[in-house]
């Protein structure tokens, strides 16, 4: 089947896809079939739009991506608004990129481990509130397949080094209120750490964080099995449910359970929140941490892949 022809305009654009980093950018322009400024096609932008962007062809759907400038719902808003005066003819948005995670599942239970994907059946901002005189209560929001994920992550993170596969040793969750701090007999060793504030920059090896302290999980225990460390075998599961969004990263285990726990969420992210109020959206995020004060960036090239792949497999389903 032939593809479609190109745009002839900026109105020949029905779908964007939104992604706040650069990396979660040029793992979506990896999954292009056809990208419109390699083929000499310039669609331009509206006077006055701040917005970059870049447009192509994914699975026969003519798709423009738009690049944030920063992360946050509050950029994620302007965006949008931007986007709106350039593509006028968008009737969907889907947010790709990385995301933390929760353990499991608020309503399957299910084991969520870090490389498994993420897409929304709705998005709470957990950081809108009204004040009451006794307490805060969270304003709700409204609500907002893939056989084809395996061959589509598989051919991505073959094109991908730095994609492969960190290995189950590196996928530590820790009980929630086990700190990310130095652990010595003789008590905090650095200004941070007394700090109080904010988790120690070191990594978990660095500050020999407790190996007792790790949850076991027994996905972790069966991947092991199926491969060695570091081969790409490992095949990302989707998981459907509510993404919180707010203008912080969630960095506490104890504040992603509680929060969790609440609002029914399995995720957290920062950009869906300043979108969704203004077009139909759709969040695909892959995990990179489990969103506790122990989280490093080892997982985010390999999360950033599978986002992508999903994608793809999303799109030409």
Known sequence: MSNPPPPHNRRGF????ICALPL??????????????????????????????????VARHNVVLAHMPSMGNNSASAVAAGL??????????????????????ATTQQEIILGDVIISTAVVQYDFVRQ??????????????????????????????????PGTSRD??????????????????CDMCNDNLVPCPKTCADLECGQDMIIRRDRLNLQEVLGPEGIPDHVPIIHFGRFGSANMVMK?????????????????EMESAGVWDQYPTLVIKAA????DSHKSKNWQDYAAVAAAACLKAFLKE
Not at 172 to 189: C, P, V
Not at 288 to 291: Q, T, Y
């Open 14 to 17: 029905r779908l964007t896809i």
């Open 24 to 57: 979660e950018a040029e793992n979506v322009q990896s999954v292009f079939d056809i990208c419109w400024e390699d083929e000499d096609i310039q669609c331009g932008k509206a006077e006055g739009d701040q917005n970059a962007y870049s447009t192509g062809m």
């Open 84 to 105: 709106r005066s350039s593509f006028p003819e968008v009737k969907l948005v889907v947010i790709v990129g990385i995301c933390g995670v929760v353990p499991f599942h």
């Open 132 to 165: 009451y005189p006794e307490n805060f209560q969270r304003k709700r929001h409204i609500e907002k397949i893939w056989e084809e994920l395996p061959l589509r992550f598989a051919h991505l993170s073959k094109e991908v080094p730095s994609a492969k596969y």
């Open 172 to 189: 530590h969750l820790y009980e929630a209120s086990y700190l990310h701090r130095h652990q010595t007999d003789a008590g905090l060793t």
């Open 252 to 268: 506490s285990g104890v504040d992603r359970d509680r929060i969790a726990k609440v609002d029914e969420l399995i995720a957290f």
């Open 288 to 291: 990179c941490d489990s969103a």
